[in-house]
């Protein structure tokens, strides 16, 4: 295995952070040039950051969102340099609305930093 490879265990870790809610803790596991597309936005990858500051920008609206966000049921694959993480996301949003979906995040890694974070979430309908 490489640098360049993700591993089971620093997934593990990435969904501890962001269940601690630490910003600074979740922004250790990134590249300074890294790129966040999140499910919901105006393009076909969603909403789109890039970089670092952008990146932080981007999971702290979904921390202040979500204020009681949780990943659990967690699963995690790897290869090469790519991570994939499944899981269950659950919190109630600052309206007020109850969440519970599944999703996925797809991982790019480079000398053992996230370069890019690519989510996926299942569209629930009444």
């Known amino acids: 295995m490489t640098s360049h ?5 620093t997934l593990k870790a990435v969904l501890e952070a962001f269940n601690s809610h630490d910003l600074d803790r979740i922004m250790s596991f990134f590249s300074e040039d890294c790129i966040l597309e999140m499910p919901r936005g105006p393009d076909p ?3 789109r950051y890039v970089g670092a500051a952008a990146v932080k920008d981007g999971l702290r609206s979904r921390l202040e ?10 699963a995690h694959f790897v290869s090469g340099n790519t991570g994939v993480s499944q899981w269950t996301l659950r919190g109630t949003s ?33």
């Open 5 to 9: 490879e993700a591993t089971v265990e």
């Open 45 to 47: 990858w969603g909403s």
């Open 65 to 74: 969102g979500i204020p009681d966000v949780h990943y659990g049921q967690d």
């Open 94 to 126: 600052i309206k007020g609305e109850h969440i519970d979906v599944r999703g996925c995040d797809f991982f790019t890694f480079r000398d053992g930093k996230i370069v890019k974070k690519d989510s996926y979430c299942k569209i629930r309908e009444a």
